[in-house]
């Protein structure tokens, strides 16, 4: 080093390149990484076109369902207390409701935002430009990963602020404190979902060469869980646990355990059993209640915020985990692999 | 002359004792003779030096045991087919592969454990390489200059700068989708520089450019050696093209470095000995045999070799008799059309080694002729 120094003495330059002031708290690059993804997502045509399906869906869902509710409102005269969780979670015959397609579109929204994070990078040479930058190789993918959740969070706090000022204008009425909370709740969940995905997007396209590849199986294995999971799981509660006799309880819970547990392997699954806690306070149980467990209980009493988390609080540990599972695959994946590899 | 502001003049320009013989060929205004490792008498440590650097890939030894040093202010060719481990040597010299063996020192650094440290003074010019097409050049730029901690004021006047320098002012507002192949490569150069480099390293930069294309970019390069005072590696299978801006060249086969030093040093190496060589050009052909015999019989020459279809005869000399020897083909009324000292170009330095070496790997074969 000292040897280095005493070279530099008949050059003199510029400071000393590495006591450059570098924003980052010692990971340097990861906020100039982080900002280039959030303004390339931001402008791209990926992102409005994706955002703009789940907007007007959602909205065309919410407005349905606001039409419905206020049909209902005025037959009823008596207030539902959580009429307003209704406009996201009614449907009517011909529209599903609102949680239905963010449940089934907003994760398009995370593959789209990850699927060619790495390849992309690779297959337009750009990413041994960036890795020869005196910055961690982490910063790259953590960067990437940070950037596309703060779009999706964006996007979806965004979705469910304007559903809700939809609903203020059709129905006349204001969300309570424990609306309000459930549906930061839903938010929060649905953005750990998508979170999910955009990570799956990205181990996907730190494994695969090729853009369209990674983009194909992303898209693959949400249609696999959004879709055919549930029917293959159920063909296989009924192998594993069948039913000859509908009338046997004793058989009949079986199944549906091995149903219900089987389900609780797919992200999509877990998500909806979630939203659907979070959103109906009326859910007390997410298998089958027993006459004896509902003894004493008053009929139709919503639970609390705080019951309906308990109940869902393993869905959302085993979001998370999934979510934190992909990523870190992604993560050692990227930082094992050889720049060159291919 | 100078416009980058922040590589003061003041700094000498490495001059070195011109070894004018050596056979490189001036390139316009940038020949320079090769940068000596020595001022004010002192001899300065390597700011490049490996030492047995290996690396293997399965049972494939991409690069065996490589010994090489690189002074400051430099141009050092790594000349040599695809395949011969020229950019796996880059690659763990800016640490982004880890040697199988050995060690490199970058500045005094061990680019693998201290990476940043490195990469922050290094830049390098991967082959083929690319960009953010829906970017504008400026922005790309730009993004490096982040990448780099550079503070954004300064940033934006350095790429400028560096826009002008490079030639593409006036495009620097177009996204790079629209930039040409010579463009994009001098767009590169551009961003190698935005960080301030001690040491630019090149991967191919001339590939897939025209000849006008190459040129102006063997000139840039040349001249930011001299402005930027930056030590270049450039790594190329042209060697045609590289050898006239550098002043050392290592020839790089199968992962071994079998020969370096300047073009006139190979040059002798070739030669094996015989000191001198000159090319004699008879008018008649029917008198090469007596101009043989003649010439046998000057002094200082050892022998003569002929090629009586052409006209052509070689001789070898202790020492430069090509006077005597003109004036003795003249005295005897045999019409001298060519007397020329044989210098060994880099074809024949190439040819001979890499005959040694892969030959099905040599690309840009009509670069490539037989020792006359």
């Known amino acids: ?342 | 002359m100078n416009t980058f502001a922040s590589s003061p003049s003041s700094a000498p320009a490495p001059e070195a004792p011109a070894a004018s013989a050596d056979g490189a060929r001036a390139w316009g205004e940038t020949a320079q003779a090769p940068a000596a490792p020595l001022v004010n008498g002192q001899v300065r440590p390597p700011v490049i030096e490996a030492r047995g650097l290996s690396k293997r890939y399965g049972q494939h030894w991409a690069v065996r045991d490589l010994d090489l040093q690189i002074h400051e202010g430099e141009i050092f060719g790594l000349l040599g087919p695809n395949g011969a481990g020229k950019t796996t040597t880059i690659l763990m010299l800016l640490g982004l592969t880890d040697p199988t063996s050995g060690t490199a020192r970058v500045l005094g650094r061990d680019p693998w454990r201290e990476a940043l440290a490195v990469k922050a003074s290094v830049g390098y010019l991967p082959e083929n390489v690319g960009f953010y097409d829906d970017l504008t050049g400026r922005k790309n730029l730009l993004y490096t200059a982040r990448l780099n901690g550079l503070p954004e004021a300064e940033a934006r006047e350095r790429i400028q700068e560096l826009l002008e320098t490079v030639g593409l002012a006036h495009a620097a507002d177009r996204p790079v989708r629209v930039y040409s192949r010579g463009m994009r490569q001098r767009l590169g150069l551009a961003d190698v520089l935005v960080k301030s480099p001690r040491i630019v390293i090149l991967d191919e930069p001339t590939l897939g450019i025209d000849p006008a294309g190459i040129r102006e970019i063997l000139d840039l390069i040349a001249r930011l050696a001299r402005e930027e005072r930056v030590t270049i590696l450039i790594s190329s299978h042209l060697l045609h093209q590289v050898q006239q801006i550098c002043h050392r060249v290592g020839i790089f086969v199968g992962g071994r470095l079998i020969a370096h030093g300047s073009v006139g040093q190979l040059s002798q190496q070739l030669a094996g000995g015989a000191p001198l060589v000159v090319d004699v050009e008879v008018e008649a052909k029917a008198d090469t045999a007596r101009a043989r015999e003649l010439l046998q019989r000057v002094e200082g020459v050892s022998g003569v070799d002929t090629e009586p279809e052409a006209g052509r005869l070689q001789v070898r000399c202790s020492r430069d008799v090509r006077a005597a020897l003109a004036r003795t083909l003249l005295e005897n009324g045999i019409g001298l059309v060519g007397l020329a000292v044989h210098t060994y170009g880099l074809d024949d330095i190439y040819h001979r080694y890499f005959q040694g070496g892969d030959a099905g790997e040599q690309r840009g074969g009509n670069a490539i002729r037989r020792p006359a």
């Open chain 1, 1 to 342: 080093m000292s040897s280095v120094a005493a070279t530099r003495s008949d050059a003199p330059r510029e400071g000393e390149s590495g006591a450059r002031g570098r924003p980052g708290w010692g990971a340097p690059g990861l906020v100039a990484v982080y900002r280039k993804e959030l303004a390339d997502h931001v402008s791209g045509w990926r992102f409005l076109v994706l955002s703009g399906l789940v907007i007007v869906t959602g909205i065309a869902a919410a407005y349905v369902a606001a039409q419905t509710l206020s049909d209902t409102l005025a037959a009823a005269g008596e207030l539902d207390p959580f009429v307003f969780l209704r406009l996201y979670t009614t449907g009517s015959g011909s529209l599903p409701p609102f949680t239905f397609f963010v449940a089934i579109l907003a994760p398009l929204l995370g593959i789209a935002l990850g699927f060619d994070g790495i390849n992309g990078e690779r297959s337009r040479g750009t990413l041994s430009r960036l890795v020869s930058q005196p910055i961690h190789r982490d910063a790259i993918i953590n960067g990437k990963f940070l950037a596309g959740l703060a779009v999706i969070s964006l996007m979806l706090a965004a979705l469910v602020v304007l559903v809700g000022a939809l609903g203020l204008q059709l129905l006349g009425l204001a969300p309570t404190l424990e609306e309000f909370l459930r549906l930061a709740a839903f938010c929060g969940v649905s953005i750990v979902y998508v979170a999910f995905w955009l990570s799956l997007a990205l181990l996907c396209s730190t494994l695969l060469r090729q853009t369209v590849a990674s983009a194909l199986t992303a898209l693959a294995l949400w249609l696999f869980f959004s879709l055919f999971a549930g029917l293959l799981f159920g063909l296989i509660a009924d192998a594993v646990a069948p039913v000859t006799d509908p009338l046997d309880p004793a058989q009949v819970l079986r199944h549906t355990a091995w149903e219900a547990n089987l389900g609780r392997l797919s992200p999509t699954i877990l998500y909806q059993e979630a939203v659907q806690t979070l959103l109906n306070p009326q859910v007390r149980s997410l298998g089958p209640l027993l006459l004896e467990q509902v003894v004493g209980a008053v009929a139709g009493a919503p639970l609390p915020l705080g019951q309906s988390l308990l109940l869902i609080w393993p869905h959302l540990t085993a979001l998370l985990a999934l979510t934190i599972v992909c990523f870190a695959a992604a993560y050692i994946a990227f930082m094992r692999q050889e720049i060159r590899a291919w």
